[in-house]
């Protein structure tokens, strides 16, 4: 008797060990993203119809499959802070093709961005004011731009630009004020985003050379590249050696790897070619600034402006480099440089350069 309460016992354990082990197996199985993306119907009129963040919207908490990710240097956009995540269907993933191209996405893929800034006077509160999102269809990338409402629990669709004045305290306990501006879709987001020759819109930041440094996931610090090919969202072929865009703040680095990271991050996505800026000469791509005549060192310009003598950048002459110029107004709105998305000025940038021309 003793003998088969025990054989009974050690069955018993047995079962109930395969069905934890079934459990848990199905568990994983079954854990799948929640985000919606029904193609035949984006852009979704709210964002929250997305499914990207779980829990309250304005605490960008990503759901499952949506991961966060950075680049090493950042366009400037109004001191706004930003946020990047990217989003795959399951069982698809995105490819490699050079060190300074986008990555090839899959169709269906999301990427999401958005901006917003901390310490909003007059309560020191944090407001989201916009998210962009780029997503690939069949044939070739849609725009959609989404306004957060001032309660902050959702933000709904827009094409027309928007206006809001916005006060934030920066890192330094100084009140900056800023009448910002969301782009015009497709129009504005075409200027950056668009191939001027094929007329398809395209991603800008996510290149390998810009992910190849760390990022402080929920987990822990991790590569970017490694983590995307960790989850299942980029094929494991990539080079050993990448070229790498660094952080244009982290003086550590030389200030010829500084300037041209800032470069590639804030003016290369028009001055290549098929860009809105083809016709110049000027390349600023980190992989074609290795050469300092593609950044305008000692070349003349293609225009004039009142009181410089025409060289684009003068080597170790900050106040006759048109460059610098174009890069430290915010009033002139025939120079200003970029173009759009800015109002103010950058000062840390200007001072970058600054250090770039004397340094020439």
């Known amino acids: ?5 025990k054989i009974a016992v050690f ?3 047995v079962f109930l060990s395969l069905c934890y082990a079934c459990s848990s197996s199905d568990e994983e199985y079954i854990e799948v993203s929640p985000v919606v993306m029904d193609l035949t ?3 979704y009129p709210k964002l929250s119809d997305y499914k990207f963040f779980e829990g309250e919207l304005k605490n960008l908490n990503p759901s499952y499959g949506v991961i966060p990710y950075k680049p090493a240097s950042e366009l400037f956009s109004e001191y706004a802070l930003k946020k990047r995540f990217i989003w795959m269907p399951n069982g698809t993933k995105a490819s490699y093709t050079s060190d300074g191209e986008i990555l090839n996405l899959p169709v269906g893929a999301a990427l999401i961005k958005v901006f917003y800034y901390d310490n909003v006077q007059p309560n020191n509160t944090t407001q989201i004011i916009e998210t962009r999102i780029m997503i690939r269809k069949s044939d070739g990338w849609v725009f959609a731009e989404y306004i957060w409402n001032t309660q902050q629990t959702d933000a709904f669709l827009e094409t027309a630009q928007t206006n809001r004045t916005i006060s934030w305290k920066d890192e330094n306990n100084v009140i900056q004020t800023v009448d910002y501006r969301t782009p015009i879709v497709d129009a504005d987001c075409f200027r950056c985003h668009g191939n001027i020759t094929t007329l398809q819109k395209i991603p800008i930041g996510i290149k390998p050379q810009n992910l190849n440094t760390n ?14 090919i960790e989850f299942g969202y980029l094929e494991n072929n990539l080079p050993s050696t990448i070229v790498s865009t660094v952080n244009y703040k982290d003086a550590s680095n030389s200030i010829d790897h500084r300037v041209r990271s800032y470069f590639d991050a804030n003016c290369a996505h028009c001055h290549i070619n098929d860009g809105e800026a083809a016709h110049l000469s000027l390349r600023f791509a980190f992989n074609e600034t290795t050469n300092p005549v593609m950044m305008g060192v000692g070349v003349n310009a293609e225009h004039f402006v009142p009181g410089y003598t025409g060289r684009i950048v003068q080597p170790n002459n900050v106040a006759q480099s048109i460059l610098h110029y174009r890069v430290n107004t915010h009033t002139d709105n025939f120079y200003i440089m970029p173009p759009l998305g800015r109002t103010i000025k ?8 600054e250090d770039w021309i004397n340094s020439l």
């Not at 990022?215 to 590249?225: F, H, I, M, P």
């Not at 950058?346 to 350069?353: C, N, P, S």
């Open 346 to 353: 950058h000062t840390e940038g200007v001072q970058l350069i």
């Open 41 to 43: 119907v984006v852009p």
């Open 1 to 5: 008797m003793i003998k088969v309460q």
């Open 11 to 13: 069955v018993l354990i």
């Open 215 to 228: 990022y402080t996931y929920s987990e822990g610090s991790k590569n970017q590249l490694s983590k995307l």
